[in-house]
């Protein structure tokens, strides 16, 4: 069996850590030259192959990919490009499989979220059809946390760890200063229609009274009067309230609370500003003294404070994808299968990807406290495990230091395709 | 020469390594027995002098008190309470000199800005007048970094480091995605009249195109075309723009940018809000995608990411209070004077309180960049060292561990204070 070239691409919002799936990749492909020659990465993900814009990672040294592992963002650029299906845009998938055969591509290995996997699926059944060799596995990687079939997304563990932090150091500020000054604090964080993310800060209180005291999920609509009452009660209970705010809340009537009125490519709607919207109306509503933060990509990219699980989940789910391609796999996905939670033992297995694309795991009820406001023990017991271990960068001049690739394409040699 | 007991209280916002001070005043007192007796903390700052709300530290074990060190917010409760000037304010005053008096404090110290400064000093001259016999000295702390005389204010690295790592974080995270998302990313950060913590983000940029790229100073009126035509030129020439502003930003007419319309205890207008102004300019006037992030308390008790230099310096002038007022040393503030640069070495002398109080140490004219969206090479020369090293708290079950005192306060003996 002779090497063929293997093509990796980023796709999505990137994450804290999956340049430690792409550097298991790469990593992973170094050790098998009888099988695999080059790993070509698509430059700002799958638009790079449509473009024909491949990065030769193999100009890239040892060193450097070592250093992905510890690197946040996307090394070799991401994008948010959703295939259309394949009977609207047989063309995108065409000229895929055309780059791949000019390249002699035998491994598609895409790193993404659930729209990622749809393509991915698509992209082998495309290869299949077409008689057209090809061993497509797909990565996750998502900081929601909304792929089936994997005990977590590799991203997600490490946002869990900075919101759980920044709530515990935040909610001892607060909570110092709330005799004279504020008394409700808002943290907004991501999480469009699954309340992972909002669900984890709660690891940050380990006893009665501690950040955060409330948690506004996107599973539960939001109830403004109870929310308010919830806020009056810890305030007089406990001094101040701290409030974790997803930035998915959906009012009574199903809507987003904050809608920026902007669709990204995928077609979801850009939110932002729940959290100064929820802190307004304490202050409006109570009086009392408010701040709000907003995390943002602080949280995602938050690399400095990611969780030593995830980032080795990460780098597990990239080995096994190449290991999968060199087994024979297609059209799977590297899984995360929880053995036992305490102490957490997992292991990888391939998931079929038609049975991970396009369904989104929301948080189950059981997770969700009775009173909507909180998790459960049993969540606990499932996020706790997530954000064990620290595994920080190298650092020089006081700051954390990451790798920057040379990102080198290779020279092209079909005719330019319009997107 | 009996022992006579200390009194510490923490004022105004606090920081990520205020209790370090704390821990530094605690165990050099607990050193000098013959000379010092209790440590009595004020509960929620100088309000707990008035009310005779002391918490007698001594009841803290060795190892909660070295905890301290690593622990952020204030572990005593802080306030904003500003005491008003001795003619329109002796009440206070006297009671402040009643309660020292009743537990036999001859050594004051008080940790906070320059607010606190101003009244650490009417205290001192109170109890002259008094005749009571009390040291009174104020121990440096800001995120501001506004204090005069001290090459920097404990509180102030910590947060530079924070938000520098963190742009350089969202920065990577941005420049993989500009292709088809996010553009145009504004963090918001701290520093309401001096620019100091806006300027410390641009540590995070070592190279040409590296986020930030844009600083907007509160020192610098907000100039909308130039700012935008700034933005354009740089998603141009990167990709991609990432601006930091201060939550302090004025317009051209001298107004706060963003208003929350509410002031706190000192006076001082709440702001926020001004990053998704910003924000929101970009995308109306340039139709550039765009996300902001507003780091608020998170920043300003990020200890997990606290500057190894800041917490050494928070507990050197906290050390050096308490030697200051061994030596007989009063209406003084230990100071951090800079021998060099690079190696960053310094040393500890004492500044007159007098110079101190209500002195704000702005930006200077030459560490702001021509353009006045950066700063210079002096600027940097000056802020690189307050960041360097790394003092991780410890971690238990993937979350800092941090310290909660029992703070157990003495018996009153004094008949109760109306505020």
Redesign the interface.
């Known amino acids: 069996m002779r090497a063929r070239n293997a093509f990796y691409a ?1 796709s999505g ?2 994450t ?1 850590v999956i340049n430690a799936s792409a550097c298991a990749v790469i990593e992973t492909a170094r050790q098998h030259p009888e099988r695999i020659g080059k790993v070509l990465a698509g430059r ?2 799958i ?1 790079g192959a449509l473009n024909e814009d491949l990065i030769d990672t193999s100009r890239e040294s040892a060193a450097a990919i070592a250093a992905l592992r510890h ?11 959703k295939l259309k299906g394949l009977e609207q845009n047989r063309r995108e998938y065409e000229r895929l499989i055309e780059v791949f055969r000019a390249h002699d591509i035998g491994y598609f290995f895409y790193n993404g979220g659930g729209d990622s996997a749809d393509t991915c699926l698509k992209v082998a059944q495309m290869a299949q059809a077409s008689g057209y060799p090809l061993q497509a596995i797909h990565i996750p990687k998502t900081v929601d946390n909304d792929l089936p079939l994997t005990d977590t997304c590799p991203g997600f563990g490490s946002v869990a ?1 900075y919101v ?3 709530m ?3 909610g ?6 709330a ?4 008394k409700v ?1 808002v ?1 907004e964080v991501m999480g469009r229609h699954a309340g992972w993310i909002t669900a984890a800060c709660a ?2 209180a380990e006893n009665e009274g501690e950040a955060p005291h409330i948690l506004l999920l996107p599973e539960v609509r939001f109830d403004e009067t109870r929310f308010l009452e919830r806020v009056k009660e810890c305030v007089t209970r406990y001094g101040f309230c701290a409030v974790a705010v997803s930035e998915g809340l959906l009012a009574s009537d199903g809507r987003f609370l904050a809608e920026a009125g ?1 669709v ?2 995928f077609g979801h709607a ?1 939110l ?2 729940v ?2 919207h929820i802190a307004g109306l304490v ?1 409006q509503r109570l009086g009392y ?1 408010f ?8 949280q ?6 990611a ?1 030593k ?1 995830d980032v080795e989940q990460a780098f597990a789910v990239g080995r096994a994808a190449v290991e999968m391609a060199l087994s024979g796999k297609n059209a799977v996905m590297p899984a995360i299968r929880r053995l036992s939670d305490a102490p957490y033992q997992w292991d990888i297995i391939a998931a079929p990807l038609d049975q991970v694309a396009n369904v989104e795991r929301k948080m189950p009820q059981e997770f969700i406290a009775a009173d909507g406001f909180g998790i459960t023990a049993e969540a606990r017991r499932y996020l ?1 495990p997530l ?4 595994d ?1 960068p190298p ?1 020089r ?4 230091v ?1 790798v920057r690739l040379r990102n080198e394409t290779i020279k092209k040699g079909l005719p330019q395709f319009v997107i």
Chains 1, 2 share one sequence.
């Open positions: 980023q919002g990137v804290a700002d993900g638009i690197t946040p963002g996307g090394a070799f650029g991401s994008c948010r490009y760890k759980a932090t920044s515990r150091e935040a001892l500020d607060v909570a110092s200063m005799r004279t000054s504020t604090f943290m690891l940050a902007t990204d490519a850009q932002g500003g959290g100064p202050k003294k701040h709000w933060a907003v995390a943002d990509y602080l995602r990219a938050a690399r400095h404070i969780s699980t706790a954000i064990q271990g620290e920080f650092f001049d006081g700051l954390p990451y």
